[in-house]
């Protein structure tokens, strides 16, 4: 195993692609000559690799920190209620190989069938990479606790074992997608370098999660971050989940086609992304409702969990772009009077619908640092 420092190191070398010796030797908090033998040890043991840095002025040369042309890798997939997608995945982030199918939209409930086919194309990608692949992280759209898919409502999945995808993985972390979503937001998109960041993400459900310098906040058994389920809204609807009066059930497409007299939609996010879309007057006015909806519930999280920012993804950015007055004026209004001279910005995530994906990534190379032979 690797020791402590040159966790450190591979780690700071992740979040800092192409960073400096001499900046990652003071990320780290060593001197120069303790740094160029950890990076002597970590490219002996094939993790990282070092080139001479662009020339910048006249002081002492230096060296550009990167992955290993034969370093690890991990493995990041993510489910939606529409398709699944498969990325390999370097130090630093960078995607070097991926695997993709659309076809979930039709296989409701049948969860193992799919499995067994996913789990054929990931066998394929890691013999691709000769045993590179050390790790693998999976987002789905469900209730996770402790690594394990307790339900996940919009696939019709119940008891699924996701682990199966890969049996005896070395490092396996299963996690929520907006959860997943924020953990990416935090270290690769708008959220980076917030103290305390609260991200939201609409789908076919809502969820996300709290991110204290950039550590995801899960609670207890990992269930943590279910806020669609709060009782922000009327509980003359019910939500799949068997309560009354969930947010989430607010916010998505059923709950516009319910403001616009429709039936309820068999896609409700294909769906809401059209009537975001639409000129209408009764369709504007729908999504005027309900970002209102979502900027007042933002409100509530701010006053309970004190965020330096909100980043809203998913639907959220339709709802964002669109009716952006609605979503602002209910959130100020929804806010404890002294925060509104200076209220936590919200704003768009960075990563958009890759954001679970990458999110899987990250958790999956978190787990693998104290990992690592040298």
């Not at 691709?128 to 209730?143: A, E, K, W």
Request: aromatic share 4%; with cysteine.
């Amino acid at each position: 195993m690797i020791g402590t420092r040159a966790s450190e190191l591979l780690r700071v070398v992740h979040e800092n692609p192409e960073i400096t010796r001499a900046d990652a030797a003071r990320l780290v908090g060593i001197g120069t000559g303790a740094a160029t033998e950890l990076v002597a040890r970590l490219t002996a043991a094939h993790l990282i690799s070092e080139r001479p840095a662009e020339p910048t002025g006249r002081g002492r040369p230096t060296t550009v920190l990167q992955p290993h042309p034969k370093g690890p890798l991990v493995l990041a997939v993510a489910f939606t209620h529409e398709s699944w997608r498969a990325e390999v995945v370097q130090l630093g982030g960078e995607v070097v190989a991926c695997d993709a199918d659309d076809r979930m939209a039709g296989a409701y409930g049948d969860g193992e069938r799919i499995l067994v086919e996913v789990k054929d194309r990931l066998a394929r990608l890691r013999r691709r990479f000769r045993g590179r692949i050390r790790g693998m992280g999976i987002s789905v759209p469900g209730l996770v606790a402790m690594d394990r898919l307790v339900e996940a409502p919009t696939l019709g999945w119940s008891g699924v074992e996701l682990s199966t995808l890969w049996p005896n993985a070395p490092v396996i972390a299963v996690g929520n997608d907006a959860t997943f979503a924020a953990s990416a937001e935090s270290r690769r998109g708008v959220a980076v370098g917030a103290a305390v960041a609260l991200h939201i993400r609409v789908d076919a459900g809502l969820g996300g999660a709290l991110i204290d310098s950039g550590r995801v906040l899960t609670g207890a058994v990992g269930l943590g971050g279910e806020f669609g389920h709060m009782p922000f809204a009327s509980d003359e609807v019910e939500c799949p989940c068997g309560a009354r009066g969930c947010w989430g059930a607010s916010l998505d497409g059923v709950a516009l086609a319910r403001l616009l007299g429709q039936p309820d939609p068999q896609d409700p996010v294909a769906y809401a992304r059209r009537v975001v879309a639409q000129t209408g007057a009764a369709e504007q006015e729908a999504v005027k409702v309900v970002a209102a909806r979502l900027g007042r519930g933002i409100a509530g999280l701010v006053n309970a969990v004190d965020p330096d920012l909100v980043t809203v993804g998913g639907l959220g950015v339709d709802y964002l772009a669109a009716a952006s007055r609605s979503l602002d004026d209910a959130y100020l209004a929804g806010l404890m009077a002294f925060r509104r001279a200076d209220p936590p910005p919200v704003v768009a995530a960075e990563l958009l619908e890759s954001g679970p994906v990458a999110g899987a990534a990250e958790e999956a190379w978190t787990r693998l640092w104290p990992l690592l032979p040298t």
